[in-house]
């Protein structure tokens, strides 16, 4: 229990404190990747996506102070419209990285939000670095301590703790001090929102992406109003009406403060290689793999069997997907998919996809079940068993129990540099991309405007 101090004062002390040099070269790496990824996604989102063009389009139209950068438009609009545009397209593809035990996507918020931070006051790329740190600490500390509570009660934890992430990393960027900060994550927590329903609808799932974008905005915004002399509540997280008692009913409250500074959750990520829900990867690994198994006719298939966790079949258990976006929420679609194309990347939840009635009636061959063993080791293992049994009776299985990219199971550099280039290139010339992938590997020896320029 933490009685001596508030956790928005705890909190506040390791936002200030922490500075660049402080870092574990590991750390710093990490930081790298994640703005690396996250890049990446960003523009295959806007390019594939229609709700992130929106979005940009709406944004740019409203002109404003040129602060930071929308990415696809090379211009500078004011701050908080730059991080909701960015933040809506890192999000539309569901590629971006996320952390298992937290239930949330720290890059789309923090990255966003950082990244806008560091334009608008003219910081270095090592202070971007530090920042994305800090917020990926908080969000994930925060998301550990409500989850799975929160999660079973309805709440998109991105969106809810994203906010705090979001104003911890634009605090760092920002060198607020110690009462500035507590303030700010005062008025984070009060902009604290986010519903799992856009999980469950066709038309919700296409604008899932406005929770981690509005998330992003409202962290960067607490910082500004509070430069200008706002303050939140001091106690947002334990008040007697606070962050804790809304949006939770098993607080783990150990994970809030405990090691804090000494270890970093930005090393416990994990990031993806399909562009869909991350509780549809390992049903799309084990199916993968039974294909790589042996010569199966996909015409031939008479049913596919996959054993998982609730939590999977709640969340992207979509049936009868209409749209890309409500496809990625969709583990049938996405087994037929991957068993059909070999490939489930960012462009292959497509509208041409989605009505090929090769893969739509595949999807239909597929019964998903609980299993009992992953719903006992859930979330420690979010795993699938996948059996796919022929019109001859042959049977074909496989299981997974960590999808590729968690960190028992992590890619390399060389693996999310080549993620990035397909990403990248999707709306950039192969030129542009290699340019861009250059300037963010070595990162911390550029600057803000090298980086954007490429953008």
Not at 22 to 46: E, F, H, N, T
Not at 376 to 385: D, F, H, S
């Amino acid at each position: 229990m933490v009685n001596i101090k508030t956790v928005s004062s705890i909190y506040a002390d390791f936002i200030t404190q922490t500075r660049y040099g402080g870092l574990p070269s590991k750390v710093v790496d990490q930081a790298k990747q994640r703005i690396l990824d996250l890049v990446g996604v960003s523009l295959a989102g806007y390019k594939l996506m229609e709700f992130p063009q929106m979005v940009v389009n709406y944004m740019a139209s409203l002109g404003g102070l040129p602060e930071a950068t929308i990415f696809q438009t090379k211009k500078k609009f004011p701050a908080i419209h730059a991080a909701f545009a960015n933040g809506t397209c890192a999000h539309a593809i569901d590629m971006d990285d996320g952390h298992r035990f937290a239930a949330s996507h720290p890059a789309t918020v923090i990255v966003p939000a950082a990244l806008a931070a560091a334009e608008m006051s003219e910081a270095s790329t090592k202070e971007l670095i530090t920042g994305v740190v800090i917020g990926y600490e908080i969000m994930i500390r925060i998301g550990n301590a409500i989850n799975p509570s929160s999660l079973n009660r309805g709440f998109h934890t991105t969106g809810i703790t994203g906010t705090f992430g979001a104003a911890a990393a634009v605090a760092n960027i920002m060198k607020l001090d110690v009462e500035e900060v507590v303030g700010a994550l005062g008025l984070a927590g009060l902009q604290s929102a986010g519903l799992l329903q856009v999980n469950h609808d066709m038309e919700g799932a296409k604008v899932k992406p406005i929770n981690p974008a509005r998330a992003a905005t409202s962290g960067l915004l607490s910082c500004i109003l509070t430069k200008k002399g706002a303050r939140g509540p001091s106690n947002i997280f334990q008040g007697e009406d606070g962050f804790l008692k809304a949006f939770t009913d098993e607080v783990k409250e150990e994970s809030l403060t405990r090691d804090l500074g000494e270890t970093f959750e930005i090393s416990k990520v994990y990031d993806k290689f399909y562009a869909a829900c991350r509780h549809a990867h390992a049903a799309i690994d084990a199916a993968l793999e039974v294909s790589r198994k042996g010569e199966i006719d996909v015409n031939q298939i008479e049913a596919i069997a996959i054993e998982t966790y609730p939590v999977a079949i709640r969340l992207a258990g979509i049936t009868h997907p209409s749209t890309p976006s409500s496809a990625r929420f969709s583990i049938p679609f996405s087994v037929a998919l991957a068993l059909i194309k070999k490939d489930v990347g960012a462009d292959k939840y497509s509208e041409e996809n989605i009505h090929d009635e090769k893969i739509q009636k595949l999807a239909q061959r597929v019964v998903l079940s609980v299993g009992d063993q992953w719903e006992k080791t859930y979330p420690n293992k979010r795993g699938a068993t996948v059996r796919i049994l022929d019109r001859n009776k042959k049977e074909w299985s496989a299981e997974v129990e960590l999808a590729k990219g968690e960190p028992e199971n992590p890619a390399s550099w060389g693996e999310l540099y080549d993620k990035f280039f397909a990403n990248a290139t999707l709306l950039l010339s192969e030129k542009e991309a290699k340019k861009l992938g250059e300037v963010m590997i070595e990162l911390e020896k550029q600057s803000i405007e090298d980086l954007i320029q490429f953008i």
